[in-house]
Nanobody, 124 residues
């Protein structure tokens, strides 16, 4: 399974960006694709996740109401629309695929495959 993240960049506070994660390979047993982020000197943080079969998406508390995750099953691509960005959203964003049970969706240890990360920088 390979994941390719793209769409990061520099944006001013209050602006928007959309990240994309293209998933390829033997993906049939990867039920969930999610986004995590890691800022310098901080631990990795869960951002959002969605199941390919459907159902409600999951969001980290710090991004609820500002971020939206979506998927295109035909393109095997997951998107992360980020609105009203804040300087504290600055981080490397990683997409990941795995099979976490529903209650473990936010736990990075249940994601087996990771993309290379894309840097999002929000200036004040």
């Amino acid at each position: 399974v390979q994941l390719q993240a793209s769409g990061g960049g520099l944006v001013q506070a209050g602006g928007s960006l959309r990240l994309s994660c293209s998933v390829s390979g033997r993906t049939f047993n990867m039920r969930t694709t999610g986004w995590f982020r890691q800022a310098p000197g901080k631990e990795r943080e869960f951002v959002a996740a969605v199941r390919w079969s459907g159902g409600s998406p999951h969001y980290g508390d710090s991004v609820k109401g500002r971020y939206a995750i979506s998927k295109d099953n035909a393109k095997n691509t997951v998107y992360l629309q980020m609105n009203n960005l804040k300087p504290e959203d600055t981080a490397v964003y990683y997409c990941a695929a795995g099979n976490p049970i529903l209650t473990a969706t936010r736990d990075s240890q249940f994601y087996n495959y990771w993309g290379q990360g894309t840097l999002v920088t929000v200036s004040s």
